[in-house]
């Protein structure tokens, strides 16, 4: 009989024997844990002297395109349920036995809650690397703006430590024919979105409140549990998408590259985001509008494999076309981000000018707090009474707190699906729980001051953007901009519930 056991059949074979023994086993782990303060949450948070208990783990389908487990590392601790449940508001929510799918809005959180790494993102390294090796592709990649505050940390910087044009020149040294700014979509998507809000206000107000789109995990978790709220979804595609449908269209036309011989990927701090590119929606005309998304912890592990330190590679800029960005596509990546640059440009688009001082700082919606309110005055438009949340849990609550009262007392709310938004995603760098929590404000912190240290703050007066509108688009909503920029969504709540 072989002598190796996996560490799941021995918690089991302890188990078994009684709290007693076990006890005795874990006596050793009395003061503070070997991982720091905060390694794991929760159950792990008491006394080294607790019995066994074994929660079990949420149920991962072999097709989910997002993240993965390994079995044999898995030690049934339960923190993928406490993340799940407590964190996402998705677990425990729908009612069992499953009818047709495995309920998950694919946001990593589970990832980032395991202690013992058996969950992981589904990696697409193999792939990309391929495309960059195969000489008739062109393989654009463009790196959203939580990854340039993080993407240090993966090798040995301080958290908030911006990269954004190391990792520009660590990409060009990787390979990529193009390397592009998703802030710089970020500020597309904001063109499109601040003006389909005011739209909504002005002359579509049964679309009122209006959520935003760009957080895929979000965007799923309404279609599961309150699909009678997706047509208030934005139909704005996100950064992400509006950026791969650009290139595609208006790049590859530029470029004279046929769009089936181009490769976009994308550099995301979001698991999500590897579901997102697979929707059916998210083509135009036969292309894909993206092929491939790396998380931050991917493309660390990309860079290393081909000898690349980010602590010395030469910074270069961005690619020009589709790579200036301004300070409110840079906010995008801190929860609250999406509207405070989309008030910054609703109030151009109604008036004429660029926003008070006030607005360029809008304290209200910075910060952790679950539920953050606060009222913007737009000439013209008037009061906008404005939400912003993140975690879904506190989404759940917010919701049903609206469908309670049958009325919301906000216009335009955003959701982001990961605490703190996407500087908090399921592909960020994964460190202590009480690190991940301080490298989430850090990251915060260095995103603001790359705002409020931009020339320009706000996304219509990006050039580039102005550029892509003449040329290509023509203006905010147009048919053409409809085309390539907006999505429609899938009412999957049959899919969990009869």
């Given amino acids: 009989m ?16 009684g709290a007693v023994g076990f006890g005795v086993m874990a006596a050793g782990c009395k003061g503070k844990p070997s991982g720091a303060e905060g390694w794991i949450p ?56 499953l009818k047709s799918e495995i309920a998950c809005v694919n946001c990593g959180q589970c990832v980032m809650w395991c202690p013992s790494g058996a969950i992981t993102e589904k990696r697409n390294i193999k792939e990309v690397l ?34 954004g044009n190391k990792m520009a020149g660590a990409l060009k040294e990787a390979g990529f024919d193009a390397v592009f700014d998703t802030c710089f979509s970020a500020d597309l998507t904001i063109m499109e979105e601040a003006s389909e809000f005011v739209h909504r206000l002005t ?22 549990f309150y699909p009678e709220l997706m047509h208030n979804l934005s139909t704005c595609k996100s950064p992400q998408n509006m950026m ?35 929707r059916e929606e ?30 010395t590679v030469p910074e270069r800029e961005y690619d020009s076309v589709l790579g200036e960005s301004t300070g409110a596509g840079k906010i995008f990546g801190a929860t609250g981000g999406v509207t405070e640059a989309a008030v910054r440009s609703a109030y151009f688009f109604a008036t004429g000018s660029n926003p008070p001082a006030d607005l360029l700082s809008w ?3 910075r910060g952790m707090t679950a539920v953050k309110e606060a009222t913007a005055s737009i000439p013209g438009v008037g009061t906008v009474n404005i ?23 906000w216009q335009f709310i955003e959701f982001m699906a990961c605490p703190g938004g996407c500087i908090g995603g399921g592909g960020q760098p994964k460190s202590t729980v009480a690190a991940q929590n301080s490298a989430k404000l850090k990251r915060i912190e260095a995103i603001y001051k790359e705002d409020t240290g931009s020339a320009k703050r706000c996304s219509h007066d990006n050039t580039e953007i102005q550029s892509v509108y003449k040329e290509f688009f023509g203006k905010p909503l147009s048919e053409k901009a409809e085309k390539y920029l907006h999505t429609t969504f899938v009412n999957r709540h049959d899919r969990l519930f009869s």
Avoid at 63 to 80: H, T, V, Y
Avoid at 295 to 300: G, K, N, Q, S
Wanted: aromatic share 6%; hydrophobic share 35%; charged share 25%.
């Fill in 363 to 365: 304290q209200p919606v």
């Fill in 2 to 17: 072989s002598s190796k056991i996996s560490r799941r059949k021995f918690l089991k074979l302890v188990a078994g024997s």
């Fill in 42 to 97: 929760d159950q792990y948070q008491g006394k080294g002297d607790f019995p066994v208990n074994l929660k079990g783990r949420v149920a991962i389908s072999d097709a989910n395109p997002s993240i993965e487990r390994d079995d044999e590392k898995c030690i049934l601790c339960g923190q993928c349920v406490e993340a799940c449940k407590n964190v996402m508001g998705v677990y425990g929510n729908y009612p069992l036995p």
């Fill in 203 to 224: 002359a579509a107000k049964d679309e009122i409140p209006h959520l935003t789109s760009c957080c895929p995990g979000w965007v799923k978790y309404c279609e599961y």
């Fill in 387 to 409: 939400a912003v949340c993140h975690g879904l849990e506190n989404a759940r609550k917010l919701l049903d707190g609206i469908k309670a009262s049958g009325s919301s007392k």
């Fill in 130 to 163: 391929a495309a960059i090796d195969d000489d008739t592709k062109h393989v654009v990649v463009q790196t959203a703006p939580a990854t340039k505050v993080s993407l240090g940390e993966e090798f040995g910087m301080p958290p908030g430590t911006s990269v």
């Fill in 244 to 278: 791969g449908a650009t290139i595609k269209s208006f790049y590859a036309d530029k470029m004279g590259i046929k769009p089936e011989n181009i490769v976009n990927v994308s550099i995301m701090p979001c698991t999500a985001k590897k579901f997102e590119v697979a």
């Fill in 282 to 311: 998210l083509e135009v005309d036969g292309n894909r509008d993206m092929d491939y998304v790396l998380t931050t912890r991917e493309l660390a592990v990309l860079l290393k494999s081909k000898g690349i330190d980010l602590n």
